[in-house]
């Protein structure tokens, strides 16, 4: 089955997620053209109905560790969808992890998968752009994925694609073809988000940690406040993506 949406900008959408929970299934190989073969080993899901955009914990758990020494940090996983980043870093000691997703079906789901295996995680049906948590909550809060859904619209917004690589235009960014300013909407979106995140982090010593292959002259001004301080780190080898790490 065919869970791809027929317009861009339903990944931006609490409908096309519902949805697609609801009905997940294993996406089809679609044929693409070389400028964007490097997507397909981003795109994983598994019987178990998980889903993950870029890397796997395996990839970043490395990383992760250095920026998050004390494995007792509360940490809010935003978007969380039903990637299994949560449950690895729950199994690697990360044990206070905050789960929030605006679609209450991967909740329910994420709750019945999880509750009994994992029981000091929380699942928390939530949007980004409104979280409703106290100020200063925090110490580390991480989105892989969730900004870049919320940045795909009507028409051209990043990047001319193909109808063969429809599913991967919520990563358009990383092709370097003519880029147009985003809408009005998108950059609320994103602003909104960040805002949040900053709000409900410690104040001094808190952690936004956001992994994307959207290179720097696109996310910069999303992630850039007068308090805090923004460090980007390039992974990779043969293809490159990005950690934004930003310090309260």
């Not at 092709?175 to 979106?189: A, C, F, G, L, T």
Request: overall charge negative; some cysteine; proline content about 3%.
């Amino acid at each position: 089955m065919d869970n791809l949406p027929e317009k861009n900008e339903q990944y931006g959408t609490k409908d096309y997620w519902d949805q697609r929970y609801q009905t997940f299934a294993f996406s089809k190989l679609l044929q693409v053209s070389p400028r964007l073969i490097i997507w397909i080993h981003l795109r994983r899901e598994s019987d178990a109905g998980s889903f993950d955009w870029f890397k796997k914990y395996s990839d970043i758990a490395d990383l992760l560790r250095e920026l998050i020494p004390d494995k007792r940090s509360k940490i809010l996983m935003l978007g969380c969808g039903n990637s299994t980043l949560s449950e690895d870093m729950y199994d690697d000691g990360y044990k206070n992890i905050v789960n929030v997703d605006y679609s209450s079906v991967v909740i329910e789901q994420m709750q019945k998968r999880h509750g009994a295996d994992r029981p000091e995680m929380e699942w928390r049906v939530m949007d980004v752009r409104e979280l409703q948590f106290v100020d200063d909550q925090f110490d580390v809060a991480i989105d892989k994925g969730t900004m870049d859904a919320m940045m795909t619209a009507k028409g051209d917004v990043w990047v001319r694609s193909t109808e063969a690589a429809r599913w991967f235009k919520i990563v358009r960014s990383v092709i370097n073809e003519k880029i147009q300013d985003p809408p009005e909407q998108i950059v609320s979106d994103c602003t909104r988000e960040v805002d949040e995140v900053i709000r409900v982090l410690r104040k001094s010593t808190g952690l936004f940690l956001y992994l994307t292959f959207g290179q720097p002259h696109f996310r910069r001004r999303f992630l850039v406040r007068p308090e805090t301080s923004l460090h980007i780190k390039e992974l990779g080898e043969a293809f490159h993506y990005y950690l934004y790490i930003v310090r309260t």
